[in-house]
């Protein structure tokens, strides 16, 4: 009886409430969002469909015929592709240097970019701020072929200008693209120095967006700027900052292949074990001229990985944190 009464006090003529039609704004908002569904079924949806070179053996049929038409009639090889890759030599290898690098990246970067960004947010000189700000964004557009060269400039073992200051303190020149103990703290550094600006361009949005009465009344509390920091400035950023965890997550098997290959010129052969990661193994495998089927075996591993990744940094966020999970 109870229940009827409520029902009939939330809706006083008793009928069920009608669903909503397609407005004039829904129309608006489907047209401006049409180009971009548009370019994502085009470009990453119907490629998916390549995926099935993962499980055939893909051969070229006498005849001249298309792409579509070799996929459809190559022999299906099952996860011969998959065994393949993960019985060689180099797959534990190349999934340790992938994971480890990934794990410094999040850490340091993110470290570097929320320290930054409090660092130039404190500074009462905002010319000079923003002048910081620019000087450490800079880094990010540069590609990685024009870093390579800056290191190289650095490292070479003639001419470097490393060499030459230990030739100047009367050192042994060191022999950088042979020595593979250096190569980790380099490559962490170039990437924390190349993405620390990208970074701290979103945490700075962030913190610009806090309000100020805050930070006032912090004040008329007697509260510090180091308390201010802790217990207002953090937690008002926190979103933010799960938010890029989350994503970087998604991207720990993954890595940049222009740090890892171009950086090192090409990954000689000393240098093969510290800097392999999966996008360069799978770019030699293309060079060496593998079956198609092994090269995209990995790439599709990485995927279904990164997917499954990116879901349980989301869960374990929900269980966490459920305000701040992004799925």
């Not at 069920?16 to 548009?38: A, I």
């Not at 409090?118 to 000079?128: F, H, Q, T, V, Y």
């Not at 361009?201 to 913190?207: D, G, K, R, W």
Request: contains cysteine.
């Amino acid at each position: 009886m109870s229940m009827k009464k409520t029902s009939e006090r939330g809706n006083p003529n008793g009928k069920k409430p009608r669903k909503k039609r397609w407005s004039k704004d829904d129309t608006e908002l489907f047209l401006l969002s049409l180009p971009t569904l548009v370019w994502y079924l085009l470009f990453s949806y119907l490629p998916m469909f390549g995926i099935l070179i993962v499980f055939k053996n893909y051969k070229l049929a006498p005849g001249g015929h298309s792409f579509l038409y070799n996929l459809l009639h190559s022999e299906w090889a099952g996860l011969k592709n998959f065994t393949y890759f993960f019985t060689s030599n180099s797959f534990f290898m190349l999934l340790r240097n992938t994971i480890l690098y990934n794990l410094a990246f999040i850490v340091i970067s993110a470290s570097v970019a929320v320290g930054g960004a409090l660092m130039l947010s404190s500074m009462r000189n905002k010319r000079g701020s923003k002048v910081y700000q620019t000087m450490m964004f800079l880094p990010y557009f540069m590609s990685w072929v024009v870093v390579s060269y800056f290191v190289y400039a650095l490292l070479a073992p003639e001419r470097g200008y490393f060499n030459g200051m230990l030739a100047f303190f009367g050192k042994e020149p060191v022999m950088w693209y042979q020595e593979k103990k250096y190569w980790p703290l380099i490559i962490i550094f170039l990437n924390t120095w190349k993405g620390m600006g990208y970074g701290m361009v979103l945490y700075l949005a962030s913190i610009t967006g806090i309000d100020p009465s805050l930070y006032e009344a912090a004040v008329m509390d007697g509260a510090t700027k180091a308390q201010q920091v802790r217990h207002i400035t953090l937690p008002s950023i926190k979103p933010v900052f799960v938010m890029m965890l989350i994503l970087d997550c998604g991207k720990i098997f993954n890595s940049d292949f222009g740090l890892f290959y171009q950086v090192t010129k090409g990954i000689p052969q000393s240098l093969y074990t510290t800097v392999s990661t999966f996008d360069t193994y799978i770019f030699n495998a293309i060079q060496s001229g593998a079956p198609i089927g092994q090269t995209a075996a990995p790439n599709f591993f990485q995927a279904v990985c990164s997917c499954a990744t990116i879901l349980f940094a989301n869960w374990v966020v929900s269980k966490v944190d459920n305000d701040n999970r992004i799925i």
